[in-house]
């Protein structure tokens, strides 16, 4: 399947992310964060009033993230000092320092709370220490794992980093060798991560649509709405066609069990973006004169996705809740937001200085592919 997409159109191919659209993507990027953070607060545990959202929500929030990261780093590669050296690194140095530290806190939070309501089981450890390490090799979705202790949004990342995987073999592996190593990566990744691979290359194929770069900023407003309505739609059908696809699966799917209707999603978010684009042009100014906070928001986001659960949990063991105030709900959601924040600084912020360091031991004698776009 990947190896069927044209990966690189000719460099006088206009890029669908411009300036405007980078800065309005990363609105994007930590708009759906935090929905997933929100979504998670929303549980009657932590907060006991009317709340409108539910978990399927959140869930859409992950597809846009696999969407938009297929446009990103599909538009990543399209240098043509790009290599498989510098897209390894790059990528390395995005993900792990952030996710290995996400892993360990988890389990160790998991850990703490189950001692807190008595003594451990003699296995337990044991169990949380082998879901940790394969989380940290991004095993826990596929054959060998079920799922990180602790940290439930961890799923999506494992996903994600298969298809940096597979999509990296096809762009830069030639040859013979291209196809032995995509069906061990393949057989690795396990299907039920190939069965959402199509999701992430609706990104792939937003980057290289010409039709996504022809909606005029007058029309876009319409789509947006479309888009809107498309939802609405989708969400009277999608837990039905989750039970039918249960119904005759063989086996286990986890989370790609959605997987009917995160192809609609998928497209309604290409849909979307497509028709973002005119209007953060026309509104370049706008996105520019704010363009700090918004990439200061950005820069944590994927914190605030990977350690709102395990902070979450200690604020619950501590009794900080909500209850059925509103304003104690904006109340949590700010300070987690503040701490994941902090955390940033100690994980996300730090990618800078490692892929540095990367390049100097990996790859001293040639300078690594300059990506034009943050990785999501």
Request: glycine share 8%.
């Amino acid at each position: 399947m990947l190896a069927g997409l044209r990966l690189c159109g000719p460099m006088s191919e206009q890029h669908f992310i411009t300036r405007p659209m980078s800065i309005a993507l990363d609105v994007v990027r930590f708009a759906s964060a935090f929905m997933v953070m929100l979504c998670h607060a929303g549980a009657p545990h932590i907060y006991g009033g009317n709340f409108p959202l539910t978990l399927r929500f959140s869930h859409n929030c992950v597809v846009i993230f696999f969407v938009l990261s297929g446009l990103v780093i599909s538009a990543s590669v399209t240098s043509p000092s790009a290599n498989l050296k510098s897209y390894a690194i790059a990528r390395a140095a995005r993900i792990l320092p952030v996710a290995i530290p996400a892993v360990i806190f988890s389990g160790l939070v998991f850990l703490w709370l189950q001692a807190s309501k008595g003594p451990l089981s003699p296995d337990m450890p044991a169990e949380v220490a082998q879901a940790g390490l394969l989380g940290m090799v991004f095993l826990s979705e596929g054959p060998f794992g079920s799922g990180v202790y602790g940290n439930l949004p961890y799923w999506s990342l494992s996903y994600e980093v298969w298809y940096y995987v597979l999509f990296g073999a096809v762009v830069f592996l030639k040859g013979w060798l291209r196809w032995p190593v995509l069906a061990l990566l393949g057989w690795l990744a396990g299907v039920n991560i190939l069965i959402m691979l199509p999701v992430w290359l609706a990104g792939v194929w937003l980057n290289h649509s010409a039709w996504a770069k022809t909606i005029p900023a007058e029309r876009a407003l319409f789509y947006l709405l479309g888009c809107m309505a498309a939802m609405l739609l989708i969400s009277r059908w999608d837990l039905a066609a989750l039970f039918a696809l249960r119904d005759v699966m063989p086996m286990g799917l986890g989370m790609s069990e959605w997987i009917v209707s995160d192809l609609a999603v998928s497209a309604v978010v290409v849909v979307a973006l497509a028709a973002l684009r005119p209007l953060a042009e026309r509104h370049a100014t706008w996105l520019e004169r704010y363009s700090r906070p918004i990439r200061y928001a950005s820069g944590f986001s994927f914190s605030l996705y990977l350690f709102h659960a395990p902070v979450l949990a200690v604020l619950v063991h501590f009794g900080i809740t909500a209850g059925d105030s509103v304003l104690g709900l904006a109340s949590i959601l700010a300070l987690v937001t503040a701490i994941c924040a902090g955390i940033a600084a100690l994980t996300e912020r730090r990618t800078p200085a490692l892929r540095r360091a990367m390049e100097r031991l990996f790859a001293p004698q040639a300078k690594t592919a300059a990506l034009t776009t943050k990785a999501g």
